[in-house]
């Protein structure tokens, strides 16, 4: 298990970091979802030691990990940017750790040998232990990273928006092939990405983080269905958020007052999230009865295949988003400029305390 | 990311990042310190030791640790040692001129009209090859090619221009600064053509659109972001003149002394302390006009 | 100024300035295959190869003695070997740590820098003082060798800087998340793809210290270095052997510059798809 308490990182007067805890559980697929400039590539780089926490502590299996030098941490790192030995062939690559490593060194031999090709077996790349790494595509030299990595038995493996480098055709059968291969070697994996649906996709947890801290840490289903807060929510790219302030039962928005189930004190701010797919669409007068609602004005629709996305303005100007699923369609035709009753379930939505 | 600042609270003794900033710089510190050690030991002391010495008291044959400044006063005195502190300058002063004024338009050429990367490098490594000769060896070629049966004299000869031939063209000022202009020349075109080949297509053409003449393009884009170029070139050669005395004493039969020669006949004779006196004043001079230049230009912003 | 009439203009501005640089060489290349009876000058009595032979010894006694160059030229040789060994490690260390961020990296930088831009004939004064006074022979082994390394580590510094600056640190990190030590994660990835660097900076310091001449002068001894000896025959008159050698010594440098490019594209055709991968990740 690795464990990470009150783990601040500083440039400067910019804080990266910002008293994060966070634990990755033993062999679990973990994914963390966040912003470009969150500091998600700056906690890999401390957890696998490139640089140091100012401040907070980092486990790793009862072992403290700050403070050590990257190489006695005994953590995978697969880049971005792959960053292959350019010097040596495939099977260099993947032979390099088990050979020059300062402990357990496995000498050039038969042993050596059969461990790296298992690992390109692994990987899919039998046979081509050969090639230069020159003389590979995108996504072989991903899975000849991946290999140099896990054939050195790492107690935990970070991935550095691995999938950030391939195309979309590519990226999908790397998840799933990231996944089987986790799960037959039962080593967790730590999947930095800024993709909300690769976060999904691929995690048995996933974390959102956000404003230096871990807004939310759980299975993708709870996260998605239920965010915990307005960062959870905002990050999973799913949620419409209406901000306002208490007033009784209702919140005073913008677009109106709208009822809320919980009781919160008076004037307080508060904000109200409505998932894009939970959002009906009428005509003003035709509201459905026990719909919660507003209206805002129809911008643009975005058609994107099985799904359809449709902008709204409403009348402070914020932007809200309805999806449509086209084997289920719930929407009217709409027309470009004119009013709309947006309409939902007093159910489908969730209340945040605090500002936006 | 790499800007770290070391002024962070230390919270709870040092903090890993703490330790960690102060690993990397004793890990730098210790990679430096034999390069910088060899620096001191064999440049600054030596240097030092020169304007130490030039307090020394020289007798005939030798100099004793005495301090005295009678050494300085001979020299100030003397107008063979100011007469060289005067051509010394001047060589420094026509030869810098010269090298900028035959190699600007080389470098203009290279830098801005040739387009083909390949014959830009063509042309740049043909400036370069020269070099892959023994500078002594580029000394004296200019004695067959100056003297009074050399290259110049009979082809001038053969063409009727002249009848006798010229005789300044050898063992006189006028060869010494002909060969150094060719020696240095390639420190300037350099610089610069790389500065004018980094200047971006599109400004100049939409100078061009908006109707500037050549000239005016010249004059408010082009010279402008070549003087970094310019100063970096002109420190290369202001560096290398200052310090010349070979091509003097082999050009211009001895009639050209600047201070290197001063130097270098002095110690002939063992007179180190005069040497030193020379020595001091030379670095003077270069030190004053590198501090000038770059007081102009950050020269490591510009390798 | 019209570009039209501009460009050409140049272009022959640009040519009489190779013929500038060139001619000294290509005279001087003509007369050295001057016969034994003409002078250092124009016209060509007959063509010759006497004064190669002369540089070798092959010739009759003459009155012209042989240019002493046999032994000056295997100190040459070996104190550029020296040099390059010693400059190419110190530039590489100290580019290695300018990766860091640190205080006083501008007044060492500047310091370093020092070592090429001052002038010889002061650094050999001074190295000749200092030597006197603490009582040390001078050598071209010992106070010459010290000076060629002033002037060719700065040298070797800004090339290896230059390639440090290209140089994508995450293949590090990567070898260091495998297990590997810093040390050999140096010796097992870094030095392998920095090698063109440290070949260019050999080069560089080679050629330098081969052609060293202001900051030996001083230094050097009684046991002189080739271009010492060369310079030892300006005072007197000069014959066409000098030119010969001169010839031999440009031939002799251009080798030097064939094996370098030949080792330069051997180096990079055999990894050339492999590096292409490093340029791609970057």
Same mark, same amino acid.
């Given at each position: 298990?690795?464990?990470?308490?009150?783990?601040?990182?500083?440039?400067?007067?910019?804080?990266?970091? &910002?008293?994060?805890?966070?634990?990755?559980?033993?062999?679990?697929?973990?994914?963390?979802?966040?912003?470009?400039?969150?500091?998600?590539?700056?906690?890999?780089?401390?957890?696998?030691?490139?640089?140091?926490?100012?401040?907070?502590?980092?486990?790793?299996?009862?072992?403290?990990?700050?403070?050590?030098?990257p190489h006695?941490? &005994?953590?995978?790192?697969?880049?971005?940017?792959?960053a292959l030995f350019p010097h040596l062939s495939v099977e260099e690559n993947v032979a390099f750790g088990l050979r020059h490593r300062e402990s357990?060194a496995v000498p050039a031999?038969? &042993?050596l040998?059969?461990?790296v090709?298992?690992?390109?077996?692994?990987?899919?790349?039998?046979?081509?232990?050969?090639?230069?790494v020159?003389?590979?595509?995108?996504?072989?030299?991903?899975?000849?990273?991946?290999?140099r990595?896990?054939v050195t038995?790492?107690?935990?493996?970070?991935?550095?928006?691995?999938?950030?480098?391939?195309?979309?055709?590519?990226?999908?059968?790397?998840?799933?092939?990231?996944?089987?291969?986790?799960?037959?070697?039962?080593?967790?994996?730590?999947?930095?990405?800024?993709?909300?649906?690769?976060?999904? #996709?691929?995690?048995?947890?996933?974390?959102?983080?956000?404003?230096?801290?871990?807004?939310?840490?759980?299975?993708?289903?709870?996260?998605?269905?239920?965010?915990?807060?307005?960062?959870?929510?905002?990050?999973?790219?799913?949620?419409?958020?209406?901000?306002?302030?208490?007033?009784?039962?209702?919140?005073?928005?913008?677009?109106?007052?709208?009822?809320?189930?919980?009781?919160?004190?008076?004037?307080?701010?508060?904000?109200?999230?409505?998932?894009?797919?939970?959002?009906?669409?009428?005509?003003?007068?035709?509201?459905?009865?026990?719909?919660?609602?507003?209206?805002?004005?129809?911008?643009?629709?975005?058609?994107?295949?099985?799904?359809?996305?449709?902008?709204?303005?409403?009348?402070?100007?914020?932007?809200?988003?309805?999806?449509?699923?086209?084997?289920?369609?719930?929407?009217?035709?709409?027309?470009?400029?004119? #009013?709309?009753?947006?309409?939902?379930?007093?159910?489908?939505?969730?209340?945040?305390?605090?500002?936006? | 990311?790499?800007?770290?600042?070391?002024?962070?609270?230390?919270?709870?003794?040092?903090?890993?990042?703490?330790?960690?900033?102060?690993?990397?710089?004793?890990?730098?510190?210790?990679?430096?310190?034999?390069?910088?050690?060899?620096?001191?030991?064999?440049?600054?002391?030596?240097?030092?030791?020169?304007?130490?010495?030039?307090?020394?008291?020289?007798?005939?044959?030798?100099?004793?640790?005495?301090?005295?400044?009678?050494?300085?006063?001979?020299?100030?005195?003397?107008?063979?040692?100011?007469?060289?502190?005067?051509?010394?300058?001047?060589?420094?002063?026509?030869?810098?001129?010269?090298?900028?004024?035959?190699?600007?338009?080389?470098?203009?050429?290279?830098?801005?009209?040739?387009?083909?990367?390949?014959?830009?490098?063509?042309?740049?490594?043909?400036?370069?090859?020269?070099?892959?000769?023994?500078?002594?060896?580029?000394?004296?070629?200019?004695?067959?090619?100056?003297?009074?049966?050399?290259?110049?004299?009979?082809?001038?000869?053969?063409?009727?221009?002249?009848?006798?031939?010229?005789?300044?063209?050898?063992?006189?000022?006028?060869?010494?600064?002909?060969? /150094?202009?060719?020696?240095?020349?390639?420190? /300037?075109?350099?610089?610069?053509?790389?500065?004018?080949?980094?200047?971006?297509?599109?400004?100049?053409?939409?100078?061009?659109?908006?109707?500037?003449?050549?000239?005016?393009?010249?004059?408010?884009?082009?010279?402008?972001?070549?003087?970094?170029?310019?100063?970096?070139?002109?420190?290369?050669?202001?560096? /290398?003149?200052?310090?010349?005395?070979?091509?003097?004493?082999?050009?211009?039969?001895?009639?050209?002394?600047?201070?290197?020669?001063?130097?270098?006949?002095?110690?002939?004779?063992?007179?180190?302390?005069?040497?030193?006196?020379?020595?001091?004043?030379?670095?003077?001079?270069?030190?004053?006009?590198?501090?000038?230049?770059?007081?102009?230009?950050?020269?490591?912003?510009?390798? | 100024?019209?570009?039209?009439?501009?460009?050409?203009?140049?272009?022959?501005? #640009?040519?009489?300035?190779?013929?500038?640089?060139?001619?000294?060489?290509?005279?001087?290349?003509?007369?050295?295959?001057?016969?034994?009876?003409?002078?250092?000058?124009?016209?060509?009595?007959?063509?010759?190869?006497?004064?190669?032979?002369?540089?070798?010894?092959?010739?009759?006694?003459?009155?012209?003695?042989?240019?002493?160059?046999?032994?000056?030229?295997?100190?040459?040789?070996?104190?550029?070997?020296?040099?390059?060994?010693?400059?190419?490690?110190?530039?590489t260390?100290?580019?290695e740590?300018?990766?860091?961020?640190?205080?006083?990296?501008?007044?060492?930088?500047?310091?370093?820098?020092?070592?090429? /831009?001052?002038?010889?004939?002061?650094?050999?004064?001074?190295?000749?003082?200092?030597?006197?006074?603490?009582?040390?022979?001078?050598?071209?082994?010992?106070?010459?060798?010290?000076?060629?390394?002033?002037?060719?580590?700065?040298?070797?510094?800004?090339?290896?800087?230059?390639?440090?600056?290209?140089f994508d640190r995450s293949v590090e990190e990567a070898s260091m998340s495998l297990g590997v030590s810093p040390a050999q994660t140096f010796r097992r990835v870094t030095f392998p793809i920095i090698f063109?660097?440290v070949?260019?900076?050999?080069?560089?310091?080679?050629?330098?210290?081969?052609?060293?001449?202001?900051?030996?002068?001083?230094?050097?001894?009684?046991?002189?270095?080739?271009?010492?000896?060369?310079?030892?025959?300006?005072?007197?008159?000069?014959?066409?052997?000098?030119?010969?050698?001169?010839?031999?010594?440009?031939?002799?440098?251009?080798?030097?510059?064939?094996?370098?490019?030949?080792?330069?594209?051997?180096?990079?055709?055999?990894r050339?798809?492999r590096f292409?991968?490093q340029?791609?990740?970057?």
């Amino acid at each position: 298990m690795l464990k990470l308490s009150g783990v601040t990182r500083r440039y400067g007067d910019a804080v990266a970091l &910002d008293g994060l805890d966070f634990i990755v559980p033993d062999d679990t697929y973990v994914s963390l979802l966040g912003a470009s400039g969150s500091g998600k590539t700056t906690l890999l780089r401390l957890i696998a030691g490139f640089e140091e926490p100012d401040a907070g502590e980092l486990m790793l299996g009862g072992e403290r990990l700050d403070g050590k030098p990257p190489h006695r941490r &005994d953590i995978g790192f697969v880049f971005q940017n792959f960053a292959l030995f350019p010097h040596l062939s495939v099977e260099e690559n993947v032979a390099f750790g088990l050979r020059h490593r300062e402990s357990k060194a496995v000498p050039a031999g038969s &042993d050596l040998n059969d461990r790296v090709n298992a690992a390109l077996d692994l990987v899919g790349l039998t046979g081509f232990g050969h090639r230069g790494v020159g003389e590979i595509s995108g996504g072989q030299k991903q899975r000849v990273a991946l290999a140099r990595t896990l054939v050195t038995e790492p107690r935990i493996v970070l991935l550095d928006e691995p999938l950030g480098a391939l195309d979309a055709n590519l990226r999908a059968r790397m998840c799933d092939e990231l996944r089987a291969i986790r799960e037959r070697l039962k080593v967790s994996f730590l999947h930095v990405t800024g993709s909300e649906t690769e976060a999904l #996709t691929m995690g048995d947890t996933v974390a959102v983080l956000a404003n230096g801290r871990i807004a939310q840490a759980q299975d993708s289903t709870s996260l998605f269905t239920q965010p915990a807060n307005t960062a959870a929510a905002r990050h999973l790219n799913a949620w419409n958020l209406i901000g306002g302030r208490v007033k009784g039962r209702t919140l005073d928005t913008a677009v109106g007052a709208l009822p809320i189930s919980q009781s919160l004190p008076d004037g307080s701010e508060a904000q109200l999230a409505v998932r894009f797919d939970q959002i009906g669409v009428c005509e003003p007068d035709q509201v459905p009865a026990g719909q919660d609602h507003f209206t805002a004005r129809y911008l643009a629709g975005e058609f994107n295949g099985p799904t359809e996305l449709s902008f709204f303005r409403a009348d402070n100007g914020d932007l809200i988003q309805v999806v449509n699923h086209l084997s289920n369609p719930r929407l009217p035709d709409l027309t470009e400029g004119r #009013t709309y009753a947006l309409h939902f379930s007093p159910d489908a939505a969730l209340l945040f305390e605090g500002a936006a | 990311m790499s800007t770290m600042t070391t002024d962070m609270p230390a919270e709870k003794g040092q903090s890993p990042a703490i330790k960690r900033e102060a690993r990397d710089r004793r890990r730098a510190l210790m990679l430096l310190s034999p390069g910088v050690l060899w620096m001191v030991l064999f440049m600054i002391l030596p240097m030092i030791m020169v304007v130490y010495v030039s307090f020394w008291t020289q007798t005939t044959f030798a100099v004793e640790p005495t301090l005295t400044t009678a050494s300085w006063e001979r020299f100030l005195s003397s107008s063979t040692y100011l007469s060289a502190i005067g051509t010394t300058l001047r060589v420094w002063a026509i030869v810098l001129v010269a090298t900028l004024v035959v190699g600007y338009p080389v470098a203009l050429f290279i830098g801005l009209f040739v387009k083909n990367r390949t014959i830009q490098t063509a042309l740049l490594v043909a400036c370069v090859i020269p070099f892959w000769t023994s500078f002594l060896i580029r000394v004296i070629a200019w004695r067959p090619m100056l003297g009074t049966e050399g290259a110049i004299n009979v082809i001038l000869q053969k063409l009727g221009i002249i009848n006798e031939p010229l005789t300044f063209l050898l063992f006189s000022e006028f060869s010494v600064l002909v060969g /150094m202009t060719q020696i240095y020349c390639v420190f /300037m075109v350099g610089p610069i053509t790389f500065m004018i080949a980094r200047i971006d297509e599109s400004m100049i053409e939409a100078a061009r659109d908006l109707g500037a003449s050549f000239g005016t393009i010249f004059r408010r884009i082009i010279l402008p972001l070549s003087m970094p170029g310019v100063i970096v070139g002109a420190i290369f050669v202001s560096v /290398m003149v200052l310090g010349e005395f070979a091509t003097a004493a082999s050009l211009s039969g001895r009639k050209t002394n600047m201070l290197g020669n001063i130097i270098v006949s002095q110690v002939g004779s063992l007179k180190w302390a005069f040497a030193a006196v020379a020595g001091v004043v030379l670095t003077l001079i270069i030190a004053a006009v590198i501090t000038l230049a770059l007081r102009i230009v950050d020269l490591r912003k510009e390798m | 100024m019209n570009t039209r009439i501009l460009r050409p203009a140049l272009a022959v501005y #640009t040519a009489a300035f190779l013929l500038f640089l060139y001619g000294p060489l290509i005279v001087l290349a003509i007369l050295s295959f001057q016969s034994q009876t003409g002078g250092p000058q124009f016209p060509i009595q007959e063509w010759s190869t006497y004064w190669y032979r002369h540089l070798f010894g092959l010739t009759e006694t003459s009155r012209i003695s042989q240019l002493p160059v046999g032994d000056s030229l295997v100190r040459s040789l070996v104190l550029a070997f020296m040099t390059t060994v010693v400059s190419t490690v110190l530039g590489t260390m100290s580019a290695e740590a300018f990766r860091t961020r640190f205080k006083g990296s501008g007044p060492v930088f500047y310091l370093i820098i020092l070592g090429m /831009m001052v002038p010889g004939v002061l650094v050999g004064l001074g190295m000749a003082l200092l030597s006197n006074f603490a009582g040390i022979d001078r050598a071209w082994w010992g106070t010459a060798f010290v000076l060629h390394v002033v002037y060719t580590y700065p040298f070797a510094f800004l090339v290896m800087l230059a390639i440090f600056n290209r140089f994508d640190r995450s293949v590090e990190e990567a070898s260091m998340s495998l297990g590997v030590s810093p040390a050999q994660t140096f010796r097992r990835v870094t030095f392998p793809i920095i090698f063109p660097g440290v070949l260019s900076a050999m080069l560089f310091s080679f050629t330098l210290s081969y052609d060293e001449f202001s900051r030996t002068l001083f230094t050097v001894g009684r046991e002189l270095t080739l271009p010492l000896s060369i310079y030892g025959t300006f005072s007197v008159e000069i014959y066409p052997n000098i030119f010969a050698f001169g010839v031999l010594t440009t031939l002799f440098s251009f080798t030097l510059l064939v094996i370098y490019g030949v080792l330069m594209k051997r180096f990079t055709a055999s990894r050339a798809g492999r590096f292409s991968g490093q340029e791609e990740a970057a």
